[in-house]
């Protein structure tokens, strides 16, 4: 079946530091591509999206292409801050329904 | 994006009982869905709430221990039944088809703790 695999964290950086959290995915056909976000005690946000092969999301600084060559979605960003340290799902939407695939998470802390 | 709202945001249940969480958007959704985050977890799909026939569930979860309602294209509630330590999670809603979209929104979540 369609499933997620994301980079293991906790990940920790410094403030202004590049971020990368990388993501790779099984599915069959086409899928849509999610990143979503969850900072402490809430619940998730949608930080962007990509929906076919070489689209771009990007929202907040945070950017990831869909290559469909690499089965990738791997998530960027060129300067961190400590208000980004929280945890990031990465997730596909395939043929089951409309449900999401999620990654396991990183948990992604900032330092000043 | 809708506004999702859920009930309660937090509780603290004992053991051997029930708890209703409520789910309400503020606009007509074509799809509502039930999932658990289980401690340090990822997300895990419960079932998906059907308006007016029943919910569909995920290999590992039956209706007898998560009964779930969806009465309206605005609403829907996820009982936690007969409740063990095991059931302390995160329990979020998510909608989708928000003006036609794609994409899935999600409540802020239910936090339990079973004792």
């Known amino acids: 079946g369609d499933s997620v695999t994301q980079m293991e964290g906790p990940v920790t950086l410094s403030e202004e530091a590049f971020l990368t959290i990388n993501c790779t995915y099984t599915a069959t056909g086409y899928p849509s591509l999610f990143w979503y976000v969850q900072y402490p005690g809430e619940g998730l946000q949608l930080l962007l999206k990509?929906?076919?092969?070489?689209d771009k999301g990007s929202n907040k600084g945070f950017e990831a292409t869909y290559r469909k060559e690499t089965t990738s979605f791997h998530l960027e960003k060129g300067s961190v801050q400590v208000s980004d340290s929280a945890v990031y799902f990465c997730a596909l939407s395939g043929n089951q329904g409309g449900k999401l695939i999620f990654g396991q998470g990183t948990e992604l802390s900032v330092k000043p | 994006s809708a506004v999702i709202s859920q009930k309660p945001s937090r509780d603290i249940c004992q053991r051997g009982t029930s708890l209703t969480i409520q789910c309400q958007v503020d606009s007509q959704v074509t799809m509502m869905f039930w999932y658990r985050q289980q401690p340090g977890q990822s997300l895990t799909l419960i079932a998906t709430a059907n308006q007016g026939s029943e919910a569909t569930y995920e290999s590992g979860f039956v209706i007898d221990k998560f009964p779930i309602s969806r009465p309206n294209l605005t609403f829907s509630t996820l009982t936690v039944s007969n409740m063990s330590p095991e059931d302390s999670s995160i329990y979020l809603c998510?909608?989708?088809?928000?003006?036609?979209?794609?994409?899935?929104?999600f409540g802020p979540g239910t936090r339990l703790l079973v004792l």
């Open positions: 998510s909608v989708k088809g928000l003006a036609g979209q794609e994409t899935q929104y």
């Open positions: 990509a929906t076919k092969a070489d």
